[in-house]
């Protein structure tokens, strides 16, 4: 069975409502990213980060998952499909996908300060005073700007084994996700479904792209016809 290594970005999940990390203005849900999305913003006002991902997680109980990702799901009985995203919503596991790698951290997890392998699934408001098990204070399980990215190695992995290459809703800006690609084998085809296709340094050099200039919900059917024929 083929390996489908599909790359999803903010434009994955925004028809569902989730703006993911950077929007076009610099902004995440209204919020300056360096104040929310930083060591920095963290060590000056732990509060307002905390209460930034309280209401983060609280929207993933408003929100489903669309028809882009189940057109996903429905890849795996034709394809070994292993999805890596930068979004940290659960979107994509809510709708069935068995494979999923999250470059830039979960909603829906917290770590410790001290013990960053210390990982807690988490749904409820996290407070001041909630500590891991070694009694440090929890942090989101996000990876924010400046920090690097533990998941990156695997990642670069998965794509090097890759039999067809698909991104979807990413503006191909962010590193050192946008570099993935450079590792997929060169033989591999690579789709690309957005709106707007951003063709960074790594796609320039592939002969075979295809782009598919449509959202996720529209992209991925059109993927689909594509991929089975």
């Known amino acids: 069975m083929q390996k489908v290594v599909v790359l999803t970005g903010a434009g994955m999940s925004a028809e569902s409502g989730i ?26 006002n732990r509060d307002l980060v905390l209460d930034f991902y309280n209401k983060r997680r609280a929207q993933l109980t ?4 669309n028809a882009g990702h189940k057109g996903l799901v429905e890849l795996e009985e034709h394809f070994d499909v292993q999805i890596i995203t930068q979004n940290v919503d659960d979107l994509h596991e809510r709708a069935g996908s068995n494979k999923v790698l999250h470059l830039h951290g979960e909603l829906n997890k917290v770590r410790s300060t001290q013990y960053p392998e210390l990982v807690y699934h988490w ?6 005073g909630d500590t891991c098990e070694k009694g440090y204070q929890l942090r989101p399980h996000i990876v924010w700007f400046g ?10 992995k998965l794509t090097s084994e890759a039999d067809i290459i698909v991104i979807i809703g990413t503006s191909m800006q962010v590193y050192p996700a946008a570099s993935l690609v450079a590792y997929a084998p060169r033989t591999a085809p690579i789709f690309y479904v957005d709106p707007r296709p951003s063709i960074n340094y790594e796609l320039q050099a592939r002969r075979h792209l295809r782009t598919i200039e449509a959202t996720a919900t ?4 059109r993927l689909k016809r594509e991929l089975l024929g």
Do not use: C, Y
Request: without cysteine.
């Open 19 to 44: 703006k993911t990390f950077r929007d076009h203005d610099g902004l995440w849900e209204n919020h300056d990213v360096t104040k929310v999305a930083s060591p920095e913003g963290w060590a000056k």
């Open 62 to 65: 408003e929100v489903k998952p």
């Open 123 to 128: 749904e409820k408001d996290l407070k001041m």
């Open 218 to 221: 529209v992209g991925v059917q």
């Open 147 to 156: 920090e690097g990215v533990p998941k990156i190695e695997p990642a670069v």
